[in-house]
């Protein structure tokens, strides 16, 4: 072998001074964070007395651990802010490296709710499937496919962006009476991609004639999942959540009677769309599961009622306009506590003390004349 390719790969490998060009490592190379969690970025330099240090104004949202021959980025709660590029320089007997690396930070909900409407999926029976998830990112990497049995049967959804920079999604699945037959699964899957890894959530729901021994609220892994509520936006899109092209503009609408609710007493939540077609609307949140309220459906409205409402009724109630271009509307609703139900409290307590002060009376008046009488 002739000797010059052997001097230009060592040359390659090797600065001009006789220094490997490679001695500046980071790792992990390519680092990746839950939201809300922690990591660490190690920059280390093979040069007893070189300096290694972390630069950029980014470096500000983590704390840095220096040594003489390498340097720690810890990133402690990490939020969307915290994730891009960060920069490690090193210097080593006047020869300077520097080496890049991004970090990502996804954020994935533990379970994702599967609520049906009606509550109860019976065979031969149309339906609408709600699936919806909460704080999840980046929202480029979130794939969501309905399936029913092994076969794919819609793969688009809505979007929502929190304060937090997170996002929220929904997607309804309509189904004929024709699609639901006895023992027919229908799932929904959610799939984050985050540079090399991949997270995979799965929600499903089984078509059946029997009574169910638990309510129906079909939440995967947790009793309440409740979705946040900003303003929705068609995925891949900066639109509202208004409906576009040849689809019928809705008006949708809620109100609850009372405004305010009171402890024990009747409540109800109404939600109901005006469209120029037909048109159907769906509960996408509640502060209690859908299964302690009397749901009552007709055309294009809906109605929760409640015999007596305590406190845990009391928060965010979220109505959608089922379709595929979906729009919601939310209201916050306070639950008090009854002011007069304490009012015979007060009365027994204040007749009670007006009672003892005239007994007492009546007996320092009858000591006093004994006293006297002596």
């Not at 990502?104 to 998830?133: F, M, W």
Request: one cysteine or more; charged letters at 15%; hydrophobic letters at 35%.
């Amino acid at each position: 072998m002739e000797p010059a390719p052997v001097l230009l790969l060592l040359g390659s490998l090797w600065g001009c001074s006789g220094h490997p060009t490679d001695r500046l490592v980071v790792t992990p190379r390519e680092p990746v964070v839950p939201f809300g969690g922690s990591t660490e970025l190690n920059c280390s330099l093979a040069c007893p007395r070189g300096k290694v240090e972390w630069r950029g104004l980014d470096t500000a949202l983590g704390t840095i651990s220096s040594f003489p021959t390498h340097s720690i980025l810890h990133i402690r709660h990490a939020t969307v802010a915290t994730e891009g590029m960060k920069i490690c320089q090193g210097s080593c007997q006047e020869q300077h490296y520097q080496k890049t690396v991004t970090l990502k930070v996804y954020a994935l909900p533990d379970t994702l709710r599967l609520e049906t409407s009606p509550q109860i999926l019976r065979p031969g029976h149309p339906a609408n499937l709600n699936c919806s998830a909460m704080h999840l990112y980046p929202i480029t990497g979130v794939a969501l496919t309905w399936y029913r049995g092994h076969q794919v049967v819609k793969t688009d959804f809505d979007s929502e962006e929190t304060d937090e920079e997170l996002y929220n999604i929904v997607s309804i699945l309509s189904v004929s009476g024709t699609e639901v037959a006895e023992g027919v699964e229908f799932r929904c899957e959610v799939t984050l991609h985050v540079g090399q890894e991949t997270f995979t959530q799965v929600a499903s729901v089984v078509a059946s004639a029997k009574e169910p021994s638990v309510p129906q609220d079909l939440i995967a892994g947790s009793p309440t999942a409740p979705v946040a509520t900003t303003t929705l936006r068609r995925s891949g899109t900066m639109g509202t959540g208004s409906s576009a092209g040849t689809v019928p503009a809705c008006s949708l609408q809620i109100w609850s009677l009372p405004p305010t609710g009171t402890r024990g007493r009747a409540l109800r939540i109404e939600c109901h769309a005006q469209c120029a077609g037909n048109a159907a609307v769906g509960w996408l949140r509640t502060p209690a599961a859908l299964s302690q309220y009397q749901e009552e459906s007709t055309g294009s409205s809906s109605t929760l009622r409640l015999d007596h409402a305590e406190p845990w009724h009391q928060g965010h109630y979220q109505c959608v306009l089922l379709g595929h271009r979906a729009q919601m509307v939310t209201l916050e609703v306070m639950v008090v506590e009854d002011s007069l139900s304490s009012s015979p409290a007060i009365a027994m307590g204040t007749a009670g003390s007006l009672l003892g002060l005239i007994v007492a009376a009546a007996v320092s008046r009858r000591l006093w004349k004994r006293f006297r009488s002596r």
